[in-house]
């Protein structure tokens, strides 16, 4: 049953503002406060109406809906779901966010029905369950892309595992690595990166749901139920925390962000100077490098250059959101709508970055044979070292040896590398690091998560 709209609701019009009294803001206000807002809540639409479904069952067992609304408003509820699932949805002229879209999309179907969903919660909550819910199944794309990215650097490091590089410190000749070091030593490095973003993701799988605008609702709500509905894994407790938890929840998941990011810029440095001719180590096939409008012989590496660009922005992104909110007392302000343009954008930089890099680390070629060249033969000066302590010589006398050989023009190698123990050449232990990474993604909760949407 549907019933009758008010007429002198702000509802009956064109535009509808949920906090509209009886004044129009100035023109100029009303842009500046609404900002990038309407573009940025279509990332969050889905969940805006994922909430309300959660929302409005709990209203339903509390007394404030009755069984028929709660049918309808669910039914409708769900078309505007699939219409956002089609990309057939968009916010009107004169509508600021998504949540005022939703409820004037109900109003106008249902009349005084649909605008009984914001009962018990305020725009405070409610878009910050739409966030929690957005940067819960951003981190579930980061996640399974940042697996992708690992199994293939595992798969590389196996299959490269012979093959000598070398290795350097302060940027001169070190010691003799390896390209399966090399390749593992970054799949590990996003093994630990995801520790962090498993701690950034039980922050975020929390429920500020019935905090209202901070401090509570004086209906009878039960926040428990909302949370096992939306697949949370707790509730923000104490109301005024779900409030303060904004800002600090999205600086927390940029933390994590920026780590991957880290990995990802330091591979792409490795690859970039890799690349040049004075190095020569890998290469790509031209369809994956750009060339130059007048020097023929150019291959460059714009694609890990620009994984570079956009890793180092995102390094820069948890600062940027802690210098927005360090000096807010608790409770809400409007300072906090600002950090959607910057969290928001960053997942999709991330996950592009992945996905690129991926794409050129499965198609690398690399050189056999480097450390023939007569210019790596110091690299071995340690390997020359060791075999004489193991001959018995004290080790300061055996560098000193070498030492002399090397300046005399004496040196001698035979560009074998004979030494093995955990994580080295010969034993790379990569069983060991999968076994980290399988044991990280276990303690993700996307399937709880995802058994609860579809009740």
């Known amino acids: 049953m549907t019933d009758s709209k008010s007429s002198n609701s702000p509802l009956g019009d064109g535009g509808m503002k949920l906090w509209q009294k009886d004044k129009a ?26 909430g309300s479904l959660a929302h409005i069952k709990m209203l339903k067992s509390v007394g404030l809906l009755t069984e028929d609304e709660l049918n309808i408003l669910e039914i409708s509820l769900k078309e505007i779901y699939q219409q956002i699932q089609n990309s057939d949805f968009k916010l009107d002229d004169g509508v600021e966010d998504i949540h005022s879209q939703v409820e004037l999309l109900l109003t106008h179907k249902l009349g005084d029905t649909g605008k009984k969903i914001h009962s018990a919660r305020s725009r405070n909550d409610q878009v910050l369950v739409d966030l929690k819910m957005f940067l819960r ?35 001169q000749l070190a010691m003799p690595s390896s390209f399966g070091l090399w390749f593992g030593a970054y799949a590990e490095s996003l093994a630990d990166d995801l520790v962090t973003v498993e701690a950034a993701y039980r922050i975020v799988n929390k429920n500020p749901l019935g905090s209202a605008a901070g401090y509570g609702s004086s209906f009878p709500i039960n926040r428990q139920m909302t949370t ?6 707790s509730m923000h407790y104490n109301v005024v925390y779900a409030q303060m938890s904004r800002g600090k929840t999205e600086r927390i ?16 440095m490795d690859a970039c100077l890799y ?43 948890p600062n940027e959101i802690m210098l927005m909110t360090t000096n807010l007392p608790s409770g809400y302000h409007r300072d906090l709508q600002l950090i959607k343009e910057h969290i928001i954008p960053a997942f999709k930089n991330v996950n592009d970055c992945l996905q690129m890099a991926k794409l050129m680390l499965g198609n690398i070629e690399i050189k056999k044979d480097l450390l023939a060249d007569e210019k790596y033969k110091y690299l071995f ?14 080790f300061r006398d055996a560098y000193k040896k070498i030492a002399a050989d090397i300046e005399s023009g004496d040196f001698d190698h035979t560009g074998m590398v004979l030494h093995t123990h955990e994580g080295s050449i010969g034993n790379l232990n990569n069983d060991q690091i999968q076994q980290m990474m399988h044991d990280i993604i276990q303690k993700f909760t996307f399937n709880e998560v995802k058994i609860a949407f579809q009740r």
């Open 381 to 394: 000066s340690v390997e020359e070292v060791n075999k004489l302590v193991v001959r018995g010589m004290p």
């Open 275 to 317: 690349l040049n001719q004075h190095f020569a180590f890998i290469s790509f096939p031209d369809e994956l490098t750009t060339g130059s409008s007048i020097m023929p012989h150019k291959k460059n590496p714009d694609v890990f250059e620009l994984i570079r660009s956009h890793c180092n922005r995102i390094q820069a992104l």
């Open 25 to 50: 803001a100035l023109a100029e206000v009303e842009r500046f406060t609404v900002g990038n807002d309407r573009e940025l809540d279509i990332y969050l639409a889905p969940f805006d109406v994922l």
């Open 137 to 171: 199944a951003e981190i579930e794309t980061t996640v399974n892309n940042t697996r992708e990215l690992f199994d293939l650097l595992v798969n590389q490091s196996e299959k490269y595992k012979e093959d000598l590089l070398p290795g350097y410190t302060h940027l």
């Open 253 to 268: 998941v940029a933390a994590a962000l920026a780590n991957i990011a880290a990995s990802l810029s330091k591979l792409s």
């Open 228 to 233: 096992d509905l939306l697949g949370f894994d």
